[in-house]
């Protein structure tokens, strides 16, 4: 991304890809790749499929743009997009049935571990990855959304088109999960 | 504030989504009480685990050349135009281009055939006649958009269309025209894209099953897909996905031959040198236990 570019709101940068500006259209891509990355991945529970989706995502954004207004905020604009996305290539003979999430999911959350990371840990994190991409794609979303992504209620609400309730309550499920996956509940339930 | 009320509001405290009143609430309950203080605690713990593999720096370099790579690619295939920003550099020029060469052309046309009495029409000139003269006023003019005005004037022919930001691919005829029942198997290949029912597929069946788990099945749904279609992006993409499913089954020396066979395939493979980055991580994965629902 150019140095000049690093400063432009989204919005800029959208106005100035739709006009032709391909440095912009970069900019827009460096800038928000990995979190479409993510939810595509989160959307379809593998990486081949995240990535067809991801790429699609910026396509389908690009010829979008002279239709984007500006007036609005491009990042849930961009993300409905990518939820589209990863849905399409999701989507099978039982459309808006879930896929159980395949094996090709996370290794480590973090790809870089630390050298003194002990293998106990790496095998730690491999259960919490497999457990994660177990979830049913809209608990792992949602998850992702919140936990990874840091979105509120109201804006995962927005990008996956579920009322808010219904963003908590699979919040509430996918949680239960991933803890009873890993084994490590400390009892009771909410 | 009890413990059920608590454990009711906890997955919003936790998510900050409490409204400041029941936030303190739920605070001062949590101080006193250790088992709505480990659930608390569980929510945390959850989060941890919900990460996303990053595919490493080595895809994120490319990432961006095959957005760009893909956008060219479609731009310039059938029903590409509608891919170029509508306020890009050729459509503000021929915006400003065409209208000008229109209006040249009707000016010439005017001058010629019309200048001279613009009131009355000119019987003299039959109208066969002006059909040629129009030609060789085109012509002379290189006005290939003639302005609807003077065809109807002149009664030319109608004006060649406008041209057109599509680009036919070069090279061979399209695979509709060339092999209909190559083109039927790949368009049934892909039939989630095209609307079809993809339960007739063996790629998207294929897919369903490594998605669900069942691999071995999905191994033999991706060897019928192979077989049944023989394009060149079908047995790229294709052999390296049968390669993964080999991979996730620990099945690594038919893997290894699978890709070898892509590589001697296609040499210069992008979907095989991204593969090959992931590939540490899909081995490492291999057959996770299927989840019931």
Known sequence: MGADLDGEKDEGLAVQAAGGDRRAFDALVTRHRQAVYRLCWA?????????DAAQETFVRVYRSLPSYDPARPFGPWLRKIAWNCGLSVRRDGNAGVPRVAGSDAPEAVDPAPG???SAAGNEERQRMAGAMAALPAELRTVMVLRAVEGLSYAEISLVAGIPT??????????RKRLLDALGTRSGGGS | MDCRETQTLLTAFHDG???????????EHLRGCPECGGLHADLARADEAAGV???GPGYWDRFNARVAERIEQEAEGPGGAVLRPKQGWMRQQLRFLVPAVAAAALVLVVVRYGGRNPVAPTPTVPPAVAVTAAKKTKDAAVARPVPEESNRAAEAPAAPPLPTYRTAPAG????TEAEPKLAAKAESASGMRSGKDPSASPCEMARTLAAQGRLKEAES???????????????EKGLIFLAELLDRQARFPEADAVLTEVHRQFPKSLPLDLYRQQRPMVQKQQMPAPVSR
């Open chain 1, 115 to 117: 050298p003194e990371e």
């Open chain 1, 43 to 51: 959307a379809t529970g593998n990486h081949a499929d995240a990535d």
């Open chain 1, 165 to 174: 309730g219904t963003v908590m309550s699979r919040l509430s499920r996918a």
């Open chain 2, 53 to 55: 593999p990053d595919p």
């Open chain 2, 221 to 235: 749904a991706q060897r019928a897909c192979l077989a049944q279609d023989p394009s060149p992006p079908t047995q």
């Open chain 2, 17 to 27: 989504e409490l409204p400041d009143a029941d936030r303190a609430r739920v605070e």
């Open chain 2, 172 to 175: 061979s005829p399209p695979l």
